[in-house]
């Protein structure tokens, strides 16, 4: 399975909670992210060393001055950008090959009434399961 599907599941559940849903169900739900914390770790780990190695000069004023987005001129706007497209462009060269990276994982299933269940308690659209069909009978 792509490293990305667990990525994207692993801090899905990161914000969920489980409380109301059935007891095995909630078991599996904690076991998986066991299973995927050390994948999820890693990459994270290679985000943030990318994102820190890649960091231009001038980066945090620059980043300061996005917090006023909305009072700038759209020259200082299209600075900003110019300042930090090539910036995000580095940082994705960087990860984005580890995203398609197949990894193996073994997850335990959930059944449909405790990913409903799921859905209900975080009061998401049915449609954001999708994203944890990895681990959806």
Known sequence: MKLEKLVIAYKMLDDAVITSVNDKDAVSIIKNRKEM???????????KDAQEKFKPKNF??????????NELSESEKEELNNFFVPYQKKVDAACEPELEKEVE????????????????????????LDLLKIMLD
């Open 37 to 47: 914390r050390k994948h999820v770790e890693a990459y994270d780990a290679l985000l």
């Open 60 to 69: 945090d004023e620059m980043q300061e001055k996005t917090r006023k987005w």
């Open 105 to 128: 994982v073994t997850l335990e299933k959930i059944s449909d009434e405790g990913a409903i269940q799921l859905a209900k308690e975080n009061k998401w659209p049915m449609s954001k």
